[in-house]
């Protein structure tokens, strides 16, 4: 079977098979149809064809054409999904991009929290608190959806929709994405717009005499004791104390961006396709997202409720149901 009808099969895959976003249709079918109008230059026109030794050289090419090292090592993961792709469906029984090197300079693979040590940690906060209730759906949020710490504390009262499923997230540089939520997350989110957030917002100082002024409270999702909007220093605190409690270590290492690397790892080790979660996460390239991925990493809200380890359990009413 030749490149280009194999490069045809994997982008209908992509529109009607997983019905991935136009940007990351796109974004395959530029990368792929690069690599392989080189790889046709140098007489390799069949799928059985290339070697590794090809693709090596065909990265080699991109550099010294002065390709930047993101852009060969979004290249090369467009051409590693191409494959396994391929694989999957049997149209070749090899794959030669499985050991093909990433360029030099790739920024070291984070270091995700296991599974085990994600429940320890989102167990941790007491809910029977405002306070716990914001602590519980913060870290939530966070592993659900892989979001940003800025873009938590940014993020104000009307952006989750629990019960839709999803929340709106604006990135550093003001360019809004919509990412799924789990029925975990959306379940402690709603319980603390219900319960913890409005007893919170009555703790600023004179609450009632600026109410009667009508002077409107802040619009922040998360609040401190005080009913004011928290701080990254403030959150940098509640999530070292929960890491503490939790007795996953002493604090140390766990950081505010711990639970955005956890997300990513996770999702790619169950098989979530990579230009996904990029989208989710907000990343420009695809290269910032695959330092997420292990070696032998084998539609959005599909592959979230499909990859995600706690899109599809529910939580028990509220705390008043009993």
């Not at 949020?141 to 993020?155: I, K």
């Not at 999803?166 to 319980?191: D, F, H």
């Not at 070292?240 to 002493?250: L, M």
């Not at 599809?312 to 009413?317: K, P, S």
Request: charged share 25%; hydrophobic share 35%; glycine share 10%.
């Amino acid at each position: 079977m030749d490149l280009t009808q194999c490069l045809y099969a994997w982008l209908d895959e992509l529109q009607n098979g997983r019905r991935v976003s136009p940007a990351t249709y796109d974004a395959y079918k530029r990368d792929l149809e690069h690599a392989i109008g080189w790889l046709e230059g140098q007489g390799l026109s069949t799928i059985g064809s290339v070697g590794r030794h090809h693709l090596t050289a065909y990265l080699k090419a991109c550099r010294e054409e002065g390709s930047r090292s993101s852009t060969v090592s979004r290249r090369l993961a467009s051409i590693r999904s191409f494959y396994r792709f391929l694989t999957k469906v049997g149209y070749t029984d090899r794959d030669p991009s499985m050991h093909v090197e990433l360029p030099r300079g790739e920024l070291a693979r984070p270091v995700p929290l296991t599974l085990d040590q994600v429940e320890q940690l989102l167990n941790a906060p007491e809910t029977d608190s405002p306070a716990g209730l914001r602590d519980k759906a913060m870290l939530e949020l966070l592993y659900g959806s892989g979001v940003r710490v800025s873009e938590l504390l940014a993020m104000k009262s009307g952006d989750p929709q629990p019960g839709l499923g999803y929340v709106k997230v604006c990135s550093p540089r003001n360019k809004e994405r919509i990412v799924p939520l789990g029925q975990i997350a959306a379940g402690w989110m709603a319980l603390y717009l219900r319960e913890g957030r409005p007893v919170l917002l009555e703790q600023r100082a004179g609450a009632s005499s600026l109410a009667r002024k009508g002077v409107a409270g802040p619009d922040q999702l998360f609040l401190n004791v005080s009913g004011e909007p928290l701080s990254r220093q403030g959150f940098w605190k509640i999530i070292k104390k929960h890491a503490r409690s939790s007795g996953i270590e002493d604090g140390g290492a766990i950081t505010p961006h711990t639970l955005r690397t956890s997300f990513a790892a996770h999702m790619l080790e169950r098989g979530a396709d990579l230009r996904a979660v990029q989208e989710m996460m907000g990343h420009e390239g695809i290269v910032s997202t695959e330092r997420y991925a292990g070696p032998d990493r084998p539609r959005v809200k599909d592959v979230y409720e499909q990859a995600h380890p706690r899109s599809g359990v529910r939580i028990e009413g509220s705390r008043n149901d009993s």
